[in-house]
């Protein structure tokens, strides 16, 4: 199991921008494909992006590809999550994940908040 801490969410308002930062312990981290999904109040988890343990593959939802850009730095075991030009409709609680693989997402963080004002 890897333990996951999220940080960077905050307030902001449609146009800007946001670093997400995931912090993970664990000593095989850059085994671990990482993930971030989020959600919003009355909705379900949804996927945002994913990366492989390299940092040689990344993944992404449609509505965020061109604005959002995960990326990992195996040395600080941490999994960023640049968000630009952001819109009201990414105000949600955003996660970390980690598993084996993209598809066994099994250890979570406990989620940061982000909102974004119109």
Known sequence: QVQLVE??????QAGDSL???CAASGRTFSSYALGWFRQAPGKER?????INGSGGL????????GRFTISRDNAKS???????SLKP???AVYYCAAGRTRLSFS??????QVTVSS
Do not use: H, P
């Open 58 to 65: 990344t993944y992404y939802r449609n509505s965020v590809k």
């Open 19 to 21: 670093r997400l930062s």
């Open 78 to 84: 941490t999994v960023y999550l640049q968000m630009n």
């Open 89 to 91: 409709e990414d105000t």
């Open 107 to 112: 250890s979570w963080g406990q989620g940061t």
């Open 7 to 12: 940080s960077g969410g905050g307030l902001v």
């Open 46 to 50: 949804e996927f945002v992006a994913d």
